[in-house]
């Protein structure tokens, strides 16, 4: 391959392969940074990656998803397998970075190195969440890691698509939320390929089985995500109990297993790539107007005119950035 | 003009104008339907636009915002003028429409003819959300309203944008909320030009209007939301006692005549027209790609054996849509 070795992150890439944790976070934050010049050594390890299997977990804000993957960990690196945790945190005004991640995420797994975990922050108006997040699940798998859990607050597009770009996807529910809660959560309850209920500790935790079932029932889900007959299972956990978590890595393998034998994975995956290249096409689009706005003075004055509409704009916005 | 009488909605532009509120109801459907041939029609509406202000308002899940959206929206009418809302809810899967809206919205407004509310569903996977709730605004401005007030919850980055495409940007805090809900509410703070904290009938509400005046000290805002020296305010309201809702209207109209004077309207709306132009942009290349698939085999192909990377994949999209 012509693979030009003085592209940043091209000498990394072996020592990804070998699971050397510093040039995998090195290479992750090449991802994040977004710079065309490590596109290479990015597009290198894409070509690299395809092994482990991805798992997204999503929850509403007060559901438990941080404790409930960090148990998850402990009992996936137990069965003998090695981890990845990529964490999606809301971002600081502050210092940019993540807000909750780091602090959260000194736990006992740090000491593990059968483990890695990242926060990545979502940066408010940029974009490109969806793309570098992927992309730090791509270096993750191929540094050889078995499974990959995204974690990620079930709101905003963004938000879920990236839980939406993993093989099997967990959601969590937790008792005695309130009702706005309840109505975000409502848009993320048709992605789940497995629903957790946690905190079954607390007395509340049965009505909120009972509807997540009573909605099953019902046929609440997005048809195209179930393929070849997977029935959703309802898990009650307790994270300060460790109750369910086996049940729960049970059923995320027995997932796994039912995409392969069904062929449904390889559906997957083409539905996850389609949605990669869109967000990125999205990023290029955005970024290219960013870079471009002198030259687009002409179609603002008459946009500010209101001679032309921002629909008319933007397809000429289209036509302008491939003639660039 | 060469206006076509026969495109949806050329027949609804005289009744929009005169404020017929079918008229507008309609002509808001056919923005959220998103219709080639309604184009035409919205193209004129955003023609009629610009006249009214438009008032941004946000917070996180438990902050109070509809319930202080209805008493802000009684202040504004018993100052004479007529109020248009957008109110932005996530949406059900199960019926595919906005689940707390209606239910909330039944009050007293709803008799008044100078008031017209609409609930806009966030709906699922297919984007748009920002290029419809903001074509619901043109509509309303085309039809006279002389403040319309968008609100949402301040989660997800679409949600985000659409708040930024505000004249004047509301951000309500409250106190009492957890960490996690705190964290999101992180990341919104920096776009207000008014800060509210809602339920200052609580004894805990002083400790939140505290933190965020000591944040607004530190500098904690986004320069350039903050054209020509606006102090940010912290204004204590509470929807029950409708203590402080004068203040917030005083403020929302010190904040108008301080953009009209300083010259920053003009560059705000210069900023908010950037941006649909964008937004409009990414759901025209999300919408090819979604026409396009069959056209995309060979790449998908690609693709799956790891042959080419969603980057590269993302710029033979770019050049496809052109050549289509």
Redesign the interface.
Known sequence: MSANKKSPGMDLLDGVEKGNVRAIARMISLAEAAKPES?PA??EI??R??NAHVIGITGV??SGKSTLVDVLAKAMRASGRRVGIVAI??????SGGA??GDRVRMTELTCDDGVFIRSMA?R??L?G?A?SSLEAVDVLDAAGFDLILIET?G???????VV?AAHTVVVISAPGL????Q??K??I??IADIHVVSKCDRPDSNATITDLKGMLTLG?R?MDMHEGGWRVPVLPTSAETVEGIDDLLAAIDGHAKHLADTGGL?ER??RI??M???????????KD?RDG?DK?SG??KS??E??M???????K???R??EG
Chains 1, 2 share one sequence.
């Open positions: 596109r990015l597009a894409f070509r990656a395809g804000p007060g945190d809301p971002s600081s005004p502050f807000i909750l979502t408010g108006a974009g969440l793309r607050v709101v905003g597009q963004d938000e879920v698509d939406r309130g009702d706005e809660i109505a975000i409502a848009g309850l048709e609440v997005a390889e995956r083409r790539l389609e990669r290249v869109l967000k990125t096409a999205e990023d290029i689009i955005r107007f706005r687009l179609l603002m946009l500010q209101r001679t509409d921002p629909h008319e704009a933007a397809l916005l289209l036509d950035i491939n």
